[in-house]
C-alpha cells in the first residue's frame, strides 16, 4: 500500500475511480445571462435538515466565475441513456446548449430534460479545496423520474443493477452451480421464449419457421446462405425444404436474380410476422417491467457485452444488404 506523502497523481486518479459514482451536469446562469454548464462526479448529499448538496469545479475552469456569481445552481443526476449528454457538457469552450431542450429554474439555472433526478439549489457556502472550489447549496426544489441512473466507474460509464437473490441453495458435488453461465442463459432464454413459442405453434408454425420468417422481417431478398448464415447461432434447419414450404404456404416468395434464389416475405408472410413479432415485444416488455426499468437497462448491457467479447465471427442480421440484382420471379 503507497502510503508516502508525495506519490503518482495518475495511480491517485485511478485508486479514487474505484469508487463508483454516478454523474451530473451542474448548470447556472452567469450574471451576463448566458447559461454554463459542466459534467462532475463529485457530487454529495451534505444534510437532510436543512437540505444540502456538495460539488466541485477545477479552480481553472472557465466557468468558474459564472458559478461563483450565479447564487443558484442545478444538478441533474444523469439518466441511463445520457452519455451522450455528459460529454457534451464535459468538454471545455463548446456551445453547450445548443440544440438541448431546457427549461428554467431557480435563479434562471437551466434545467435539462429526461435526467434521474433534478435538485434546484441556492448557493450558500463555497470552500477552497485544493485545486478545486467546493459549492455546497441548499436544496429548494427537487424532483425525480424514475429513471435508471448514469453510473461512472474507473474511468467509464457504467449502469447499476441490482445484486441477485439466489435461485436455489448448494451446489453438485462435480462444481455446477446455478451461477454456470450457460445454464443460466439457456435457462433464461427457455422461459421468455416459452410464452413466445405459443403464440409461434398458435400460428401453425415451428420454431424454424418463425425464426427465418422473423430473419427476412429484418431484412428482406436473402439467399439461403444468407440466412443459414444469420441464423447459425440458433441452430435453425433453413434447408430449402422448410424455405420451400413456406413459399407453398403463401408466405414466401424468391427470385431468381445472378444464380441464387433470394427470398422474400409475401404479403400473408409479413403480415403474419409482424403479428407474431408484436407478440413477442409485448412478452419482452413484461419480462422487463418485472425487473424494473433499472435492470432491463444493465441486462441487455451486460448481454451486448458478452455478445461482442464472444463472438465467433457471426454475420450480423442488422448489416445493410449487398448489392444485387433482381430478375424474375420464380
Known sequence: MNTEARFDPREFRATLGTFTTGVTIITARGA??????????????????????????????RSLEAF???????????SAGQEDLSNRFAKSGADKFTGVACSEGAGGAPLLDDCSARLQCRTSFVYEGGDHLIFVGEVVAFDRSGLPPLVFQAGRYAVATRKAASLSSGSLDAGWSEDHLPYLLGRAYFQVYFRIREHVRAD???????FILSTLAVRDGRTQ??????????GCD?????????????????EDGTGDLRWFLSDEGRRRTLHLIAAAKAIESEVLA?????????????LKQLVLSTDPGLPDLWSPPPAATTGAEA
Not at 39 to 50: E, H
Not at 204 to 210: H, I
Open 32 to 61: 451576463d445571462g448566458l447559461p454554463v454548464g459542466v459534467t462532475a462526479n463529485s457530487f454529495n448529499s451534505v444534510s437532510l435538515d436543512p437540505p444540502m448538496v456538495l460539488w466541485s469545479l477545477a479552480r481553472n475552469a
Open 68 to 78: 461563483q456569481q450565479s447564487g443558484h445552481f442545478a444538478v441533474h443526476i444523469l
Open 204 to 210: 401453425g408454425l415451428s420454431d424454424d419457421e418463425y
Open 225 to 234: 446462405a444468407e440466412i443459414e448464415a444469420g441464423l447459425s447461432h440458433a
Open 238 to 254: 433453413c434447408g430449402f425444404q422448410v424455405l420451400a414450404g413456406l413459399r407453398q404456404r403463401g408466405l414466401l416468395r424468391c
Open 290 to 302: 418485472g425487473l424494473g426499468e433499472w435492470d432491463a437497462v444493465a441486462l441487455k448491457n451486460l
